[in-house]
């Protein structure tokens, strides 16, 4: 064949376009012959797949069928012996996964193999058999199992008129699970079949395509290299339009191409751009508040400690934790704890200039530098924001709510060595502002390591002190039940502040978050043990039934002292643990679970019981019930505020109850202020309530002896 050299008009081109016919002939003729063979298999194949799947239905059928009237006699007899044997034989059938036998209750009395089936499903009633559940790996099949009718023998017994026909009693049901790890063995291979023969049928019309490809070399060919120059970047290559018929149409739809694709490369590279740029902000700042994220707070944090390093002007830090802002979360739910956290950012930005910096760290914590202004100057600025924040009011809906920061402020100099002290000391100015009352400033120089040290101790002296002068004084928070089922005697819970002279009081949970930061946590909890089992040793003597639940730390979980100390304390006094309930919070299981585990299990092997507080909060709260297994659990604030209000709210909670109903596990709602809530509790079948409405804490001694041993 002669190449291509003319235009459309040009003899050349004229003989050129016949010599392509042939083969397009051949590729009409091929390709729908091609095509409908490629469909044909693909309809037998998944024919195929549909047929295997029937079968393995038809022996589930076939089997509960088979296996119901001989498992009658068994369930009539009470033969369980006889009944695990036919559940065994039918395990040993090919593609049996398991096999079981429920009573009319729906309790398993025959079990074979790893059952996959839930309790609710055990639990159905059937008039025959059936499918019952279907998954990826396994499919159940069901049949009632009925008492056979007896007939009266004719030679024996005198006509009586026809009774009315009775269906027979339900005795039971059997279930067979089915394995689909054969069925999927068998269907992949068919899958394969057919593939291979659809990669066949493709591998021929490539050779067709490629066949085609070689007639239309040239005009291909130029359309390649336009391609290739494009490829290398120069977007305005251009395909010379010299052919006619399909060909010429390519390349003219190529040259419209090429000119779309150089137009929106340019405009893609102005949107690249514009994206990276969004993507670095995003970066650098906080979503939610649009402010500077703890990262870029930390890294303008370095660059101003190296500048006053290098002999630059002082500055300062704030570090702010937003007072009394939990309520507002869970009150109005955490729409509205958003919009309070964007508002609070405009506020503070009003009061700084343009020089210093104002980040969120995370949660309800914001971080300021203040360049080039430290001492009195920082203070008055700490000052005023922490006024407007006090005089802020937050409005959601009918609502109002007074928030308040309390600010740690920490001078950079050049004695400071890292970032990692100035964050320490404006943690810690932070949480004296809290701990002396919230909504003040309390200023904390940058400590090294040393200095540190020397705070820890006092932190340990102040609690060692606390723990022996008795000034860690222990409250009573009685546990009112709402329902008939409940624990004989008294249910209290235990908490307590720490008492110090001058001093304002220290609720528990400030204590414990400063005790956990130096690591004595776990001489609280003993402290905590050491009052419950006293008490609990006084009522036994006084022949009274009482129950405490005392709080834990998550570093108690894996301090063996712990373990051993309520071994001692409970040998000491010669009682069992029974009265003793130690609780800890759902989050601690989830980020110690093994310790949690192991805790849990040495517990109950002294008698004690287990309880789970802020239950129902997380996504793995349900799956605590059978790896920690406690006897109680503390429902979290967050299902009880909204109390009528909310129905998904009050549905999971209802899901919550029957659940641990079911497992023998009481329920505690806590936090009830008002009088109407412990009804709606009482209703929904919640075992215990605790608030100022049912019964105000006060101390643990004064209830004791009030409510314990007074009583007749």
Same mark, same amino acid.
């Given at each position: 064949?002669?190449?291509?050299?003319?235009?459309?008009?040009?003899?050349?081109?004229?003989?050129?376009?016949?010599?392509?016919?042939?083969?397009?002939?051949?590729?009409?003729?091929?390709?729908?012959?091609?095509?409908?063979?490629?469909?044909?298999?693909?309809?037998?194949?998944?024919?195929?797949?549909?047929?295997?799947?029937?079968?393995?239905?038809?022996?589930?059928?076939?089997?509960?069928?088979?296996?119901?009237?001989?498992?009658?006699?068994?369930?009539?007899?009470?033969?369980?012996?006889?009944?695990?044997?036919?559940?065994?034989?039918?395990?040993?059938?090919?593609?049996?996964?398991?096999?079981?036998?429920?009573?009319?209750?729906?309790?398993?009395?025959?079990?074979?193999?790893?059952?996959?089936?839930?309790?609710?499903?055990?639990?159905?009633?059937?008039?025959?058999?059936?499918?019952?559940?279907?998954?990826?790996?396994?499919?159940?099949?069901?049949?009632?199992?009925?008492?056979?009718?007896?007939?009266?023998?004719?030679?024996?017994?005198?006509?009586?008129?026809?009774?009315?026909?009775?269906?027979?009693?339900?005795?039971?049901?059997?279930?067979?699970?089915?394995?689909?790890?054969?069925?999927?063995?068998?269907?992949?291979?068919?899958?394969?079949?057919?593939?291979?023969?659809?990669?066949?049928?493709?591998?021929?019309?490539?050779?067709?395509?490629?066949?085609?490809?070689?007639?239309?070399?040239?005009?291909?060919?130029?359309?390649?290299?336009?391609?290739?120059?494009?490829?290398?970047?120069?977007?305005?290559?251009?395909?010379?339009?010299?052919?006619?018929?399909?060909?010429?149409?390519?390349?003219?739809?190529?040259?419209?191409?090429?000119?779309?694709?150089?137009?929106?490369?340019?405009?893609?590279?102005?949107?690249?751009?514009?994206?990276?740029?969004?993507?670095?902000?995003?970066?650098?700042?906080?979503?939610?508040?649009?402010?500077?994220?703890?990262?870029? &707070?930390?890294? #303008? @944090?370095?660059?101003?400690? *190296?500048?006053?390093?290098? %002999? $630059? =002007? +002082?500055?300062? !830090?704030?570090?702010?934790?937003?007072?009394?802002?939990?309520?507002?979360?869970?009150?109005?739910?955490?729409?509205?704890?958003?919009?309070?956290?964007?508002?609070?950012?405009?506020? &503070?930005?009003? #009061? @700084?200039?343009?020089?210093? *910096?104002?980040?969120?760290? %995370? $949660? =309800? +914590?914001?971080? !300021?530098?203040?360049?080039?202004?430290?001492?009195?100057?920082?203070?008055?600025?700490?000052?005023?924001?922490?006024?407007?924040?006090?005089?802020?009011?937050?409005?959601?809906?009918?609502?109002?709510?007074?928030?308040?920061?309390?600010?740690?402020?920490?001078?950079?100099?050049?004695?400071?060595?890292?970032?990692?002290?100035?964050?320490?000391?404006?943690?810690?100015?932070?949480?004296?502002?809290?701990?002396?009352?919230?909504?003040?400033?309390?200023?904390?120089?940058?400590?090294?390591?040393?200095?540190?040290?020397?705070?820890?101790?006092?932190?340990?002296?102040?609690?060692?002190?606390?723990?022996?002068?008795?000034?860690?004084?222990?409250?009573?928070?009685?546990?009112?039940?709402?329902?008939?089922?409940?624990?004989?005697?008294?249910?209290?819970?235990?908490?307590?502040?720490?008492?110090?002279?001058?001093?304002?009081?220290?609720?528990?949970?400030?204590?414990?978050?400063?005790?956990?930061?130096?690591?004595?946590?776990?001489?609280?909890?003993?402290?905590?043990?050491?009052?419950?089992?006293?008490?609990?040793?006084?009522?036994?003597?006084?022949?009274?039934?009482?129950?405490?639940?005392?709080?834990?730390?998550?570093?108690?979980?894996?301090?063996?002292?712990?373990?051993?100390?309520?071994?001692?304390?409970?040998?000491?006094?010669?009682?069992?643990?029974?009265?003793?309930?130690?609780?800890?919070?759902?989050?601690?299981?989830?980020?110690?679970?093994?310790?949690?585990?192991?805790?849990?299990?040495?517990?109950?092997?002294?008698?004690?019981?287990?309880?789970?507080?802020?239950?129902?909060?997380?996504?793995?709260?349900?799956?605590?019930?059978?790896?920690?297994?406690?006897?109680?659990?503390?429902?979290?604030?967050?299902?009880?505020?909204?109390?009528?209000?909310?129905?998904?709210?009050?549905?999971?909670?209802?899901?919550?109850?029957?659940?641990?109903?079911?497992?023998?596990?009481?329920?505690?709602?806590?936090?009830?202020?008002?009088?109407?809530?412990?009804?709606?509790?009482?209703?929904?079948?919640?075992?215990?309530?605790?608030?100022?409405?049912?019964?105000?804490?006060?101390?643990?001694?004064?209830?004791?002896?009030?409510?314990?041993?007074?009583?007749?």
């Amino acid at each position: 064949m002669k190449p291509l050299s003319g235009g459309p008009c040009s003899p050349i081109g004229r003989h050129d376009e016949p010599a392509q016919s042939p083969p397009s002939s051949v590729a009409a003729a091929l390709l729908p012959s091609t095509l409908i063979a490629i469909a044909l298999v693909v309809y037998f194949t998944v024919s195929g797949i549909r047929t295997l799947e029937g079968e393995l239905r038809a022996k589930g059928m076939a089997t509960v069928r088979y296996l119901a009237p001989i498992s009658e006699y068994g369930i009539i007899a009470g033969q369980i012996e006889t009944l695990h044997a036919l559940a065994q034989a039918t395990v040993q059938e090919s593609g049996v996964k398991a096999a079981l036998v429920v009573n009319q209750k729906g309790r398993a009395i025959a079990v074979s193999g790893r059952v996959s089936l839930a309790s609710e499903t055990l639990r159905l009633s059937l008039d025959k058999p059936t499918m019952v559940a279907e998954t990826e790996r396994w499919m159940a099949f069901a049949a009632p199992v009925r008492r056979s009718l007896n007939e009266t023998d004719s030679l024996f017994e005198p006509a009586t008129p026809l009774k009315q026909a009775q269906a027979p009693e339900v005795i039971g049901h059997v279930f067979v699970e089915f394995d689909k790890s054969e069925l999927a063995s068998r269907q992949r291979e068919l899958l394969v079949r057919g593939l291979l023969i659809v990669l066949l049928g493709l591998f021929l019309l490539a050779i067709l395509a490629i066949a085609m490809a070689d007639n239309m070399a040239k005009p291909v060919m130029r359309l390649v290299h336009a391609v290739r120059e494009m490829s290398s970047g120069r977007l305005d290559s251009r395909v010379p339009a010299l052919s006619s018929g399909e060909i010429g149409v390519l390349e003219q739809g190529f040259n419209e191409m090429a000119q779309h694709i150089e137009e929106a490369h340019y405009s893609m590279q102005a949107r690249i751009e514009e994206a990276t740029a969004q993507l670095a902000f995003q970066a650098r700042h906080d979503a939610l508040t649009g402010l500077l994220n703890r990262r870029e &707070f930390e890294h #303008r @944090l370095e660059k101003m400690l *190296t500048s006053v390093q290098a %002999g $630059g =002007d +002082e500055c300062s !830090v704030l570090f702010i934790d937003l007072d009394r802002f939990k309520p507002v979360n869970d009150t109005c739910g955490h729409l509205a704890g958003d919009e309070l956290l964007r508002q609070i950012s405009l506020l &503070f930005q009003g #009061r @700084l200039r343009e020089d210093d *910096t104002l980040a969120r760290l %995370g $949660g =309800d +914590e914001f971080g !300021v530098i203040l360049a080039n202004c430290s001492g009195a100057r920082a203070r008055q600025v700490a000052e005023d924001i922490c006024g407007l924040a006090a005089a802020y009011r937050f409005i959601w809906q009918d609502k109002v709510f007074a928030i308040g920061a309390s600010i740690g402020l920490t001078p950079i100099n050049r004695r400071v060595r890292n970032i990692t002290e100035i964050l320490a000391a404006g943690d810690t100015a932070c949480y004296r502002a809290k701990e002396s009352g919230r909504n003040q400033v309390c200023e904390q120089e940058a400590l090294n390591t040393q200095e540190r040290r020397q705070e820890t101790n006092g932190w340990a002296t102040r609690i060692a002190s606390a723990l022996a002068e008795n000034r860690l004084q222990i409250e009573a928070m009685p546990l009112i039940a709402l329902q008939k089922d409940r624990l004989d005697g008294h249910f209290v819970e235990l908490t307590a502040r720490l008492n110090e002279p001058g001093q304002t009081p220290v609720a528990l949970s400030a204590l414990m978050d400063a005790a956990e930061r130096y690591d004595l946590a776990p001489s609280i909890d003993q402290y905590f043990i050491e009052t419950a089992v006293n008490a609990l040793a006084s009522a036994q003597r006084r022949t009274k039934k009482l129950h405490c639940l005392v709080p834990l730390s998550g570093a108690s979980l894996g301090c063996r002292e712990v373990i051993d100390a309520i071994a001692h304390k409970l040998s000491s006094h010669n009682i069992s643990g029974n009265g003793l309930y130690l609780i800890f919070s759902e989050d601690v299981s989830t980020h110690q679970t093994s310790q949690a585990i192991e805790f849990s299990r040495q517990a109950r092997a002294l008698g004690c019981h287990i309880g789970l507080n802020d239950f129902g909060g997380g996504l793995s709260s349900f799956s605590h019930l059978r790896s920690i297994a406690p006897s109680c659990v503390k429902l979290s604030r967050s299902l009880t505020r909204d109390l009528g209000g909310n129905r998904a709210s009050t549905a999971l909670l209802r899901a919550i109850q029957e659940i641990t109903a079911d497992q023998d596990i009481y329920s505690i709602a806590d936090g009830i202020e008002q009088n109407g809530a412990a009804e709606q509790l009482r209703s929904l079948g919640i075992s215990y309530a605790q608030g100022n409405a049912l019964a105000p804490s006060e101390p643990f001694e004064v209830w004791l002896e009030g409510a314990v041993f007074r009583t007749s």
